[in-house]
């Protein structure tokens, strides 16, 4: 079972930044935060990941609480072709186990309107 | 080509037919998984191959037959399916499985019907 919590949709105007959170209130401390999405009839594609600090990439951006039990994903300039399902993953440092797999929950399917 | 190809694209195929799934990845990784993604329902691992061998069945049936006959290449065999099979049926790549920093490049799916 997925080990995250996420509001099942969201919207989001064009231009403006779109906040994605999750909760992962039982992570533990060798877990990862891994945010993916999927774009309708694709296949998933990684955004970002982080373990405690705050990261960001030319996609995004991912703030993680300090206590490590929440996190949230902002895209700074949300566009039409941002509309997609946005998967919150927790994943295991394990090098060869099953732990690091991903396990994806039913994510957030964020709707960017114009 | 760059990146996860799978073929074919789109697939219909009664219950007693056999057909396969075919990924191929130019990325350079030692890691393929299939996944099956139906209806309304979240991504499922099915199997994992880290260097051609299988590391992962997630109880999958035995109808489905995967196959890595290297590591740019992941088959699955489809055999004797039922109509709850359909589903789209993804392939990722990455550098190595179980790893973290390995982030998975996913194929666009191949769409199963089973009629």
């Known amino acids: 079972d997925a080990k995250t919590t996420q509001p099942p949709s969201m919207d989001c105007a064009e231009g403006r930044a779109a906040n994605l959170p999750c909760n992962h209130s039982?992570?533990?401390?060798?877990?990862?935060v891994y945010w993916y999405r999927q774009i309708h009839s694709q296949g998933p594609q990684y955004i970002i990941h982080?373990?405690?600090n705050n990261e960001t990439n030319e996609m995004a951006s991912l703030i993680i609480t300090e206590d490590r039990k929440s996190s949230t994903l902002i895209l700074p300039h949300a566009t039409l072709r941002d509309t997609a399902v946005y998967y919150c993953?927790?994943?295991?440092?394990?090098?060869?186990?099953?732990?690091?797999?991903?396990?994806f929950g039913k994510g957030t399917k964020l709707s960017v309107k114009p | 080509e760059t990146g996860v190809t799978q073929t074919p694209r789109h697939l219909v195929m009664g219950m007693t037919n056999k057909k396969s799934l075919k990924c191929e990845q130019h990325?350079?990784?030692?890691?393929m998984y299939w996944y099956k993604q139906s209806a309304k329902k979240p991504l499922e691992l099915m199997f994992v191959?880290?260097?051609?061998?299988?590391?992962e069945n997630n109880s999958v049936p035995s109808r489905f037959s995967p196959e890595c006959p290297n590591s740019s290449h992941l088959f699955l065999h489809l055999h004797t399916l039922q109509p709850e099979d359909s589903a789209l049926y993804l392939c990722?790549?990455?550098?190595?499985?179980?790893?973290?920093?390995?982030?998975?490049?996913f194929g666009p799916g191949t769409r199963l019907t089973v009629l």
């Open positions: 990722a790549s990455s550098p190595q499985s179980g790893r973290t920093y390995n982030e998975q490049f």
């Open positions: 039982t992570i533990s401390g060798n877990e990862y």
């Open positions: 982080g373990l405690k």
């Open positions: 993953i927790v994943r295991s440092e394990n090098y060869g186990g099953s732990q690091g797999n991903l396990i």
């Open positions: 990325l350079g990784h030692n890691a």
């Open positions: 191959y880290n260097f051609k061998e299988q590391t």
